[in-house]
């Protein structure tokens, strides 16, 4: 089975402070995606990559950068957190072309104090 | 960008009930997807379903993607069922609906 592994489960920061959330995948998937999740809302997407790095913005890329240095690897950077960016974090991972569906890793609850 | 629109937004049912879950979505698409989102927020994958119509075991999907929509049936519901339930579809990436929230009592 495919996996995506998110390194932490739960993490709480300090405002200002730069936070790092990573995501590893172990099936050679060219795409890799983040995702933060905010009730009522869905999952809405920040950042994707297609290639390692290579990235493009998704719909709420502000006060977030991304990091592909391999392909198995996906980071999700805040430059200076913020308590907007209080979220559940989620990075999935995909194969390109049609026919293939997307895997998600566990997510990350991510608190800003 | 292609819009996802889900309903009901809320649904609560007693054991052993059926329900249907919709998906509309605005434009046509290369992928739709199911996913059941556990209590632990995990997104499992239920079906990859960009057209025609899958089972399995309870559930079932029908996708009409000339008609852009997509249903999700759940039979003889179980409160392990309980959770929220997203539709997503991919154009050039991938997007959510708001999700559907299911509550099955016992």
């Known amino acids: 089975d495919v996996k995506v592994t998110q390194s932490s489960r739960y993490l709480v920061k300090r405002t200002g402070e730069k936070v790092f959330l990573e995501c590893v995948q172990d099936m050679d998937h060219e795409n890799m995606f983040w995702y933060r999740q905010d009730p009522g809302l869905g999952l809405r997407l920040i950042y994707f990559?297609?290639?390692?790095?290579?990235?493009e913005k998704g719909d709420i890329p502000e006060g977030y950068s991304v990091s592909r240095e391999k392909k198995e690897r996906f980071s999700l950077i805040l430059e200076s957190a913020s308590t907007n960016q209080t979220s559940m974090y989620l990075c999935?991972?995909?194969?390109?072309?049609?026919?293939?569906?997307?895997?998600f890793g566990s997510g990350t609850r991510l608190t800003v104090v | 960008g292609i819009q996802v629109e889900q309903s009901p937004p809320d649904l609560i049912l007693q054991e052993g009930a059926n329900s249907t879950l919709r998906c509309n979505f605005s434009?046509?698409?290369?992928?739709l997807q199911w996913f059941h989102q556990n209590p632990w927020g995990q997104l499992i994958n239920l079906f990859y379903i960009p057209s025609g119509t899958k089972q399995n075991g309870r559930l079932s999907a029908t996708t009409v993607a000339t008609e852009r929509y997509s249903l999700l049936y759940i039979s003889s519901s179980q409160t392990t069922d309980s959770g929220v339930y997203f539709c997503a579809v991919v154009d050039n990436d991938m997007r959510f609906g708001a999700g559907t929230r299911l509550t099955v009592k016992p």
């Open positions: 434009d046509s698409v290369n992928n």
């Open positions: 999935a991972s995909s194969l390109t072309g049609q026919g293939h569906g997307y895997t």
């Open positions: 990559s297609y290639d390692v790095k290579m990235k």
